[in-house]
Each structure stands twice: as C-alpha cells, then as structure tokens.
C-alpha cells in the first residue's frame, strides 16, 4: 500500500511544481495517477538493488559503437564484444540515445517507447541488464520535429497536444542563457494565430512544454517503461534548460529542480532501485545545485575535471587544478560525482568560467586548435558569440604541447589523464573511443560538417578486433594500459565514490590527493607528475614504504625523496 506520508510528498511536489496555474483537483487526479503507475509497477516487480562501490565504472558508447556491417541487432553486437574485452573492467553500460531519431546522433527523439531497428529492440537491452547496470538518456527537453508527438501538436491530437512551448512577440527573451548560436525562436502560423517554437538545441528540437503537467506525466511513464526494460540509471538530458520563463535566464530555474525532486522520489519508491543523473554542462556553483539537499541527482557530471585536467597537462601546471580540487566539495554519502575527461560531444568550456581568466582561456583555446580541435559556439544575450565547447578526441587534445610540440609524451600524458579521473573521488565513467586512443574523425566531419562528428567515431568490429589481438598496436597499447588502471582500482577500498578525498598541493608540476577508505582501513596517495621532465618531491617518509598499485617494479625513491618520470603517476598505498 501506497503510505499517506508518501502521497502527501508527491502531492507537495506538484503543487511546488504548479503552484496556483492548475487546480487542486487536477492536481489531486495526477497525483492519483502517479501513485497508480508505482503501485502497478511494484506489484509486478521483487525488490532489487543497486549496489556502487569501488567496482562501478562506466562505459559510455552508442547503440552501434561497433558494428557488424548490418543495419539490425548492433546492440548485440556490442554485448558479444562487452562480454570479450570489457565485463571485467566495467559493470555499467552507458547507451547513448537508441530510440528513433532525426537527427543528433540520437538526441532529436522521435519515440521514446521504440528501439531504432538498426540497433535492436527491449529484449537486447534486458538481456544485457541481467548482469550489468543499464543507463539510458531520457532526452527530456525537446523532442523531434519529425515525431509523432509534434505531428500530433500540429493537429490538437493526443500524444502531442499542447506538448510543445509557443510564445508570442511579447515575450521576453533578451536574458535566456544560450549553450547553441542559432536562431532560438521560430515563427510559425499555428491555431490561426502566429507564434513562434522554441528550440534550445537545433530546428529540429523543439522545447517540451512542462507547464503542460500532461508532458511530465509521458515522462514518468517513459521512465517507469524503461525500469521496465532493464535500464536502472536516467541520464536526464540538458535539464537545466526545462522551465521557461519570460525575462528571466531561462535555466536553472525552481520549477526544473522541483520536477527533478519529483522524479528522484518516484525512483525512490519503485521495486526496483535506479538512479537519477543530471546533465547539465554549466559553471560548477550551478552545476553543484543539482544534488540539491540529497533530493535531486543522485550522481552529477564533474565537469570541471576535463577542461582543467587537460589545461594542466597541457602547460604542465596545476595551479587551477589545485585551487579547483580544494574547494570542491565532498559529496555526501549516496550522492557521487560521475568523472570523465571525453564523451560524445566535446569538452565544456562553460565549466570552467571564474576558474580560467580570459587571458588564460585564450592561450588555452589556441592550443587546442594546433592540436585538430573545431569549436562549438552560444550566444551570449542574443549578439555574441563564445566558445561552448571544444570538438576533439581526448587523444588529439593531449597529443602536443608547447612543451612537447613533437608529442613525444602523448601516450604518457594520456594514461595519467586517465589515471586522475578513475583515482580521483567519484565514479568513472570512460567513452568507447578513448579505450583504443582514438584520433579526431576527420573523414566523418569533413561528410556531415558537424563538429561533434570528429569524436562519433564507429568502430568495425572484425577491425577492432584484430588491433587488440596485436600486442604491439597503438589500441592494444591503449587498452591494456586503462583497463589496467581499472582493474587495480576495483580492489581498493580507498577508491569507492565516497571515499574521502584530500588534495595535497605539492606545487604546480604536482597533482597530488589523497583517498581514505570509508572505514578509515586503507589510504591511497594519488601522485601526478604533470611536465615532460623527471621531478623530485618530498613527502613524509611513511609513503616511501607503500605499496606501489600502478607498478611494482618502478623505483621512485632517492635520498628519501620521490623521483617521477615525465608524466607518472602513483598509486601508494598502506595495504
């Protein structure tokens, strides 16, 4: 039985949501209607678990990361080449959009309730959940232009009525805060009046209308058929941008935190545990809200760490890294951050304003380009252009230096880069690509003309392969080298998500944090030497005699004192 307490909380959190736009009654019916969904759902479903700990780590792919050369089942395709290369190393699989899409490597959805058949359909995804976490994309903010729910908006149909946001020229629009440079609103002669659709992302998403508490309605209900199918982790999709308002900055606003309470609280009390993660690529003040009080995400994108992490290798200085890591803060237990250094798209810029002054950034974006990198840009109050991302493969952006313009130390430089993210506090969550050190696809970019493409790289599976199975290829070099990495970090209990982390500042040639296990037992030092020269530091002399995880074999002491090679990383630990 559904308790009075837990009817009361959801009815609090629509009205929060609402507040005086919808009646009570309506408000009362879908509270009715929720509760229906999770008993109806708990009553077909045992109890389940979730367990994260030392041994979660995430792989993040698409549908058709590698293919066969057919157009069906690549899914499976992919599960026969996870269960060869990659189930020791990861236990989460991180799946890309797969619904139906127009366009956006799958973010312009068509149908959340379908399986693009190239990829496969609901029984290849719970398959694969039966022994791994499953975590999909709810592409919450917009919808396609080309889906049923938007041909239906055109005809005052259900799905679809109502389900997208029109304004009209009164509307003010000067404070939206942009993350895309094209023209946001679209006029178009609709219900014999002219009004304009909002698009976010691109012409072909169009803005979902949570003012319409119908559309939150679809989304729970996506959510609870994904549960369904065997997905356990929401990944909600550009939420910041949800709720509009007219002058205001259009992001981060109330209403968008309170759905978000909403929906984590509905996972909470379903059968089966899930979780909630929020992508909101923002300055790390905002970014950070979304934990809110334990009520919102339960894991958040740390996306800071790749831009700064990259910063610092590049010119061989941790300055920022360190300030940035001594006040972050530590993630209450329950809550974790999801690290990574690459994705899909390319690397956030937004997180790093009020980290990297103007200055700095500029010297920060020119390398970046000598090393292959196309750049993404916002608008900024309708008229000026800046940086959002930066479109390149983690390979390519640490390849050169102009400490190392020959790019003597790439690969030395990248396995550290990797090293940070897996120690640091947190779960680590590595692309597909960067298992094999992938270089910018520049035959892709140079088809579609996007810039997201250069990092979209899909591998062919009888290639990939044959590159692993020669021990001297640069991917069989790559992938043994990480998976190495996460292999050792699966045994120690200093590296669980919220073990406590403690930055030790060495230095800007230094990067250097400390991880203690939840029980106080066992104690990591995390050393980096970040330049393209041997360095000596002095530490207390109880490190001299830890263990070495990384490598055995290597000798760091002389005269009581740490020598690292250009781009090493320890791993001390007391046990």
């Known amino acids: 039985m559904f308790s009075e307490k837990n009817q009361k909380k959801i009815k609090n959190r629509l009205k929060k949501i609402y507040k005086s736009s919808i009646h009570n009654e309506t408000i009362n019916e879908h509270c009715r209607e929720i509760i229906s969904i999770i008993s109806k759902f708990n009553k ?5 678990k979730l367990l994260v700990s030392q041994q979660t780590s995430v792989v993040i792919c698409y549908g058709d990361s590698i293919s066969d050369g057919s157009q069906k089942n690549q899914i499976n395709v992919f599960q026969r080449f996870y269960n060869k290369k990659l189930k020791n190393y990861f236990n989460t699989v991180h799946f890309l959009p797969f619904y139906p899409s127009s366009s956006d490597s799958g973010f312009a959805v068509k149908d959340h309730y379908k399986i693009d ?3 496969g359909n609901w029984s ?3 398959r694969f959940s039966k022994k791994n976490n499953i975590m999909a994309d709810i592409v919450i903010n917009h919808s396609s232009a080309r889906g049923l729910w938007f041909r239906n908006f055109l005809k005052e149909k259900r799905p679809g009525k109502n389900y997208f946001i029109t304004v009209d020229a009164k509307y003010n629009v000067s404070n939206v805060v942009r993350p895309r440079d094209h023209k946001l609103l679209k006029n178009i002669s609709i219900f014999k009046k002219n009004e304009y659709l909002w698009r976010t992302f691109s012409a072909d998403q169009i803005d979902l209308n949570f003012k319409n508490p119908a559309v939150l309605m679809r989304f729970i209900k996506i959510m609870i058929n994904l549960v369904s199918h065997g997905v356990t982790i929401f990944r909600l ?7 509009k308002k007219s002058g205001s900055k259009c992001i981060n606003l109330d209403q968008t935190h309170e759905i978000i309470k909403l929906l984590k609280f509905v996972s909470s009390c379903l059968n089966i545990k899930t979780l909630i993660v929020t992508e909101t690529n923002l300055p790390e003040k905002e970014n950070l809200s979304y934990f809110g009080n334990s009520d919102e995400a339960d894991w958040i994108y740390n996306f800071s760490l790749a831009p700064l992490l ?5 010119f061989e200085n941790s300055s920022f890294l360190n300030k940035w890591g001594e006040r972050l803060p530590q993630a209450k237990k329950g809550n974790s951050y999801l690290n990574f250094i690459a994705s899909h798209d390319g690397i956030g810029m937004r997180p790093i304003e009020g980290i990297l002054n103007k200055q700095i950034v500029q010297k920060f974006f020119k390398r970046l380009k000598k090393n292959g990198s196309k ?3 916002r608008k900024i109050q309708q008229k000026t252009k800046k940086v959002y991302e930066a479109n390149i493969t983690i390979y390519d952006a ?6 190392d313009k020959t790019g003597k130390f790439s690969f030395q430089r990248y396995i550290s880069a990797h090293s940070i993210m897996i120690s640091f506090e947190g779960v680590p969550a590595i692309y597909f690509n960067s298992l094999f050190g992938t270089s910018n696809d520049e035959a892709k970019y140079i088809i579609t003309g996007n810039n997201r493409d250069v990092n979209r790289y899909k591998w062919n599976d009888k290639n990939i392969s044959k590159k692993l199975s020669d021990k001297k290829s640069k991917q069989s070099i790559f992938y043994k080298s990480i998976t190495n990495l996460l292999n050792i970090k699966q045994q120690q209990k200093a590296f669980h998500p919220n073990a406590l982390r403690i930055i030790i500042n060495l230095g800007p040639k230094f990067f250097c944090f400390k991880r203690i296990s939840i029980d106080k037992k066992q104690t990591i030092l995390c050393v980096t030497n970040l330049t393209s020269k041997h360095q000596i530091t002095k530490l207390n002399k109880k490190y001299l005699y830890w263990k070495n995880l990384i490598n055995t ?3 760091f002491k002389e005269n009581n004192k740490f020598q690292l090679k250009p781009f090493e990383t320890l791993w001390l630990s007391n046990k």
């Open 44 to 48: 077909k479903n045992k109890k389940k």
């Open 117 to 119: 058949n190239k990829l």
């Open 124 to 126: 290849d995804i719970k």
């Open 237 to 243: 999709d550009a939420i910041a941008y949800l709720w």
């Open 310 to 314: 990259v910063h610092a290798f590049l």
């Open 375 to 377: 750049f993404s840009y």
């Open 398 to 403: 640490l390849k050169k230096s102009d400490f």
């Open 553 to 555: 074999k290597t000798s």
